[in-house]
């Protein structure tokens, strides 16, 4: 999503007087109310999914399986594994509960009681991120953790990107939770442009939204209004401020990549040295660095030819090659990638000779359609475990 602003956002700032009104209805504000009164999870997802059927802009025939791919879910771990811990799961900015699909498997697998959530203004069409607050999410994060306590002793808090940011913002302030777990933490974006959509969404409503008749992904919006990036900002910066002037000594475990076109993971690395100063907490860090490795930082080369990656995504983390729907030979291929010819777009959609990679990248001789998957996968829950002393 965030690629957009640093091409667009300047000329918008000069044009915004000419924007005419958005008609599509995938942009247009639904009837949603937000799932705010339930006295269990059970309770909440049964309400969501109400909601979802009501309001959701469907993209293809089968509105079961979309519905359920934006549904907050359970997975509960294997019975002969004590039931003593539990972690709440975090999507980031116009993501979906499903971005955790393989990760909760794995944690479930170890133990942990896996709970997920829907942001409010999610799921259900773009234009019900129009009026959204970050205070918002914030409260829906904090509902959640109080049902979870009375599950479990001990609560760990896991996100993605803008839900990373939430979930360290709860923690900051919750001394109960024991550790963190982030994926492409969205602590710092890699533009400062991100710093006037606040003032820009009341007189700029959307930034681009021209692929809209064109979405197939039914995991996570295909457009976002420039309230939504207000919002993200609002959350980055009450990260950094609260880094500012001290650290966060609770087990923590990040996972990045040195190639990230949304955010500024150097100064995310460089944030992890000096903020997380526990000695159990891990960075993994995809990439072609070099750099040697140490107790808290280990180094994963992103470029793996057998598989045709070139380096790592922003998104790519989160899956396993074997999904069903991103993986290598998954459904979904992200073909939109930066690239600027034409010609390689279409060889993408014909699947001829895919490569794989962060958004922008481009290599001679070689077509690149977006990494949706992570060919560490089992290595990075690995160092996950590790973090908590869980191998």
Known sequence: MF?????????????????????????????????????SFDDYVQQTASMLKANRYFL????????????????????TLPADKGILLIHGLGDSPWSFVDISQALADKGFLVR?????????????????????????VSRQVELLKQEVK?????????GANLAYLHAANDAEIRGLMFFSPGFKSVTPLIAVTPALSSVARWLEYDDVDDATDYTKYSAMPTNGFAQYYHTSKSVLKSLEHKS??????????????ILDTTGIKDLFTARF???????????????????RIRYINSRV???????????GILFDPNNPYYGFNGSEKVCDNGQEDEAATAMCEAGKDIWFS????????????????????????HEAFSTFHLD
């Open 3 to 39: 690629r957009f602003l640093l091409l667009l956002l300047l000329p918008v700032i000069v044009l915004t007087g000419c924007q005419s009104p958005v008609k599509h209805p995938m942009l247009t504000p639904s009837d949603a109310a937000p799932v705010e009164h339930y006295l």
């Open 60 to 79: 293809t025939s089968n509105r079961e399986q979309e519905i359920k791919a934006n549904l907050p879910f359970e997975v509960k771990p294997d019975s």
């Open 116 to 140: 997920t959530v829907l942001l409010p203004g999610h799921g259900t069409r773009p234009g019900d991120m129009l009026d959204v607050s970050h205070t918002d999410w914030q409260a829906l």
């Open 154 to 162: 001990e609560v760990y808090l896991g996100g993605f990107s803008t």
């Open 248 to 261: 966060f000594n609770r087990p923590v475990f990040i996972a990045a990549s040195e190639d990230d076109s």
């Open 277 to 295: 100063t526990h000695p159990d907490s891990r960075l993994i860090w995809f990439g072609s660095s070099s750099e040697q490795q140490t107790r």
């Open 305 to 315: 030819p057998e598989l045709r990656v070139s380096n790592m995504s922003h998104m």
């Open 358 to 381: 962060a958004w922008g990248y481009e290599e001679s001789g070689k077509t690149h359609a977006r990494l949706t998957f992570n060919p560490a996968f089992q290595t990075m829950m």
